[in-house]
């Protein structure tokens, strides 16, 4: 079995795939790719399958040195990417030989990169999956992060096909997004002028911000109710706590959870937000559910 | 009549009422049996909780009002299943001031003797109305109202796992080590998750919990650590 040898981990390197479904009523979380548009593409360009293992990488510092042969894409965030030391464009496929050296340097837009490899690591799945939860315990190498010395093993693979993503699929990642919202759950406990304070703000992204949630700051939005019982919580769902201000749940979000939600982000809108940083910007706009489930059934048409 | 709304773009809720309570409870849980039941594809999560039941599902299979429709043909008259006793668990807890932390505050707040206390909370049969915030913490209720008692005001960093703790009417185990402000009462070997089991997780909503004090040689032996 080939691999790679991690010879510097970064910061934050996770093993991520699709997720980690049908196990919520335990309390286990998805977890998953937080940026499903960049992790899918990179997976499109190999020809691999949708729901395989990857790299998701949050902060640069990642150096692996290749043991044999394969195939891999780069995806995500702009970064210095280099195989040994010459710098590479992203949004593509390289052949990558035993010993050569890959890098991610240095983030320049957008928050995460995603490196995937010919038929992915081969590592065991829990759970039915191999998405890592560190506060589980779960997946990924030993249920924790990436490490140095680390083995990430993959299967050689000699043939070399040259694929690019066409640069108007290629996303720019900017500094004040839109996130569409389904009004939904305890919408009906928040008024009028609540609601239209809440679609006509703009909030802050706080470093309250990690895989499990992305905590705003901004106009307080208040609740005609203090707190609910605890019910299951969708990808995207948008708490709104005592101190009035929204925290947008993500993939490793809890299954259940007593604050009031006034509805839920888009799930593809969610993956433009796992793009973001501290202190950016972001606005709220409506949509209706049937409009919401179109838009959503073409974003993994067009993927699958 | 259940009420079901829109979560998310992928998911809704059904609500089958508006209070916790025993029946309602009970309707949930019929409900979520039914569901797991019929087996269907489209259903990707199923979280089942006090009075509600969240479903994730498949939108290139349905789409909110096609799904909507059909769950309430299904839930809307379902009748309600009687208890079973064959879902009782009964836990061994090391209670102790070593391990229960919290054993001489919910004393005090109380007003009763450390002994009365650990009778009162290992003498009920609870329910489980809901599992979640950790993979295997289940929810149980309720707690006799002698010895009910508020969460911490400041939680804790690190609460031991395996510890059995109260807030308010309700009464939980860490199914491992983690933040929490609970009232700890003890300890207890028993193992809530556990991914090398085949089953996961010994409890589900189905469930119903024991408690039942056991001295230290006892709890020790079992593999307990303190």
Known sequence: MSGFEVLKAGAFTLIEDFGRFSYMNLGVTNSGFMDEYAALTAHKLLDNNFDENLLEIAFAGLKLKALGETTISVTGAKCHFKINEVEKNIWQTYKIKKGDLIQIDKILEGQRVYLAVKNGFKIKKELGSSSVTIKENLGGVEGRQVKNQDFLPYEEFKQFVSKRLKKEYIPKYEKEVKLRVILSYQEGDFSEEEKDKFFNSTYTITPDFNRMACKLKGEKIKADIDGIISEGIAFGAIQIPKDGEPIILLKERQTIGGYPKIGSVLSIDCFKLAQMKTNQKVTFESIDILKAQKKVKLFYSALL | ?226
């Not at chain 2, 309430?72 to 079973?84: V, Y």
């Not at chain 2, 109380?110 to 009778?119: A, C, F, G, R």
């Open chain 2, 1 to 226: 009549m259940i009420k079901i709304q829109v979560a998310s773009v992928d998911s809704l809720i059904i609500y089958f009422a508006d209070v916790i309570s025993k029946e309602n409870s009970l309707k949930v849980k019929s409900a979520y049996k039914c569901l797991k039941a019929l087996n269907n594809k489209a259903f990707i999560e199923i979280i089942p909780s006090y009075t509600s039941i969240l479903i994730t599902y498949d939108i290139f299979l349905y789409d909110f009002y096609s799904l909507r429709n059909m769950l309430t043909k299904i839930l809307d008259n379902l009748p309600i299943e009687k208890e079973s006793s064959q879902n009782l668990i009964k836990i061994d807890v090391y209670y102790s001031l070593e391990v229960g932390l919290d054993l001489q505050r919910v004393a005090l707040h109380s007003n009763l003797s450390i002994d009365e206390v650990i009778k009162l909370h290992s003498s009920k049969i609870y329910d489980v109305y809901a599992i979640g915030f950790l993979p295997g913490f289940a929810y149980l209720a309720s707690v006799d109202e002698k010895i009910k008692t508020p969460r911490l005001k400041t939680p804790r960093k690190k609460i031991p796992k395996g510890s059995v703790a109260i807030a308010d009417s309700q009464t939980a185990v860490y199914p491992k080590e983690s933040p929490g402000g609970w009232n700890i009462l003890g300890r207890t070997a028993f193992n809530f998750f556990d991914k090398d089991l085949e089953a996961l997780s010994p409890i589900s909503i189905e469930s119903k919990i024991k408690f039942n004090p056991i001295c230290k040689e006892e709890f020790l032996s079992q593999g307990g650590i303190i």
